[in-house]
T-cell receptor
Framework: QKEVEQNSGPLSVPEGAIASLNCTYS??????FFWYRQYSGKSPELIMFIYSNGDKEDGRFTAQLNKASQYVSLLIRDSQPSDSATYLCAVSSTGANSKLTFGKGITLSVRP | DAGITQSPRHKVTETGTPVTLRCHQTENHRYMYWYRQDPGHGLRLIHYSYGVKDTDKGEVSDGYSVSRSKTEDFLLTLESATSSQTSVYFC?????????????FGPGTRLTVL
């Protein structure tokens, strides 16, 4: 059973702080890693993906991948109240018709 | 929303009735997926399709069937709805398979089975 674990929340940070969201996965053969943001009552929205070890930056978001430790994280710099949402980590299996396995999500609240 | 629509957006039905949810895309993507999302369980894959008439089961496929007769449409059928199938259902599409399968989600359908 492939598992994706996200550390328990909810997470609350003050406006302007760095929010750190973490995710671990069980399938060592996983190749691709995704972060989705989901506002309450809305559908998940892809915000970051990372395929290689190291860091990938996009604006205020940085995804970090460590395949040896089976760990992927999302950092949100200069957090804003509009970042308040549930963040879902997803991991892709290998193969031609690979599928995503999602973590249960972590809810982030940014306090003004 | 990446050219994905779902219908209906909300539905209330009774136990034992059949229900069909529709996902329609305008992106001409090959891959389509149906998920359900429940509190405490996250997103779980029900069925997916990797081409017209090509479908396969996900982790929670019991009680569900799918069909894809055209690239743009992927139908999810609850053959005899049960209260445990009350959920929010999301369709997703992906241009590519393999490991680099970035998926984009439709707006969702909220289904209540009484």
């Amino acid at each position: 059973q492939k598992e994706v674990e996200q550390n328990s929340g909810p997470l609350s940070v003050p406006e302007g702080a760095i929010a750190s969201l973490n995710c671990t996965y069980s399938d060592r053969g996983s190749q691709s890693f995704f972060w989705y943001r989901q506002y309450s009552g809305k559908s998940p929205e892809l915000i970051m993906f990372i395929y290689s070890n190291g860091d990938k930056e996009d604006g205020r978001f940085t995804a970090q991948l460590n395949k040896a430790s089976q760990y992927v994280s999302l950092l949100i710099r200069d957090s804003q109240p509009s970042d308040s949402a549930t963040y879902l980590c997803a991991v892709s299996s290998t193969g031609a018709n690979s599928k995503l396995t999602f973590g249960k999500g972590i809810t982030l609240s940014v306090r003004p | 929303d990446a050219g994905i629509t779902q219908s209906p957006r909300h539905k209330v039905t009774e136990t034992g009735t059949p229900v069909t949810l529709r996902c329609h895309q305008t992106e001409n993507h090959r891959y389509m997926y149906w998920y359900r999302q429940d509190p405490g369980h996250g997103l779980r894959l029900i069925h997916y399709s990797y081409g017209v008439k090509d479908t396969d089961k996900g982790e929670v496929s019991d009680g569900y069937s799918v069909s894809r007769s055209k690239t743009e449409d992927f139908l999810l059928t609850l053959e005899s709805a049960t209260s445990s199938q009350t959920s929010v259902y999301f369709c997703a599409i992906s241009k590519a398979g393999g490991s680099y399968n970035e998926q984009f989600f439709g707006p969702g359908t909220r289904l209540t089975v009484l």
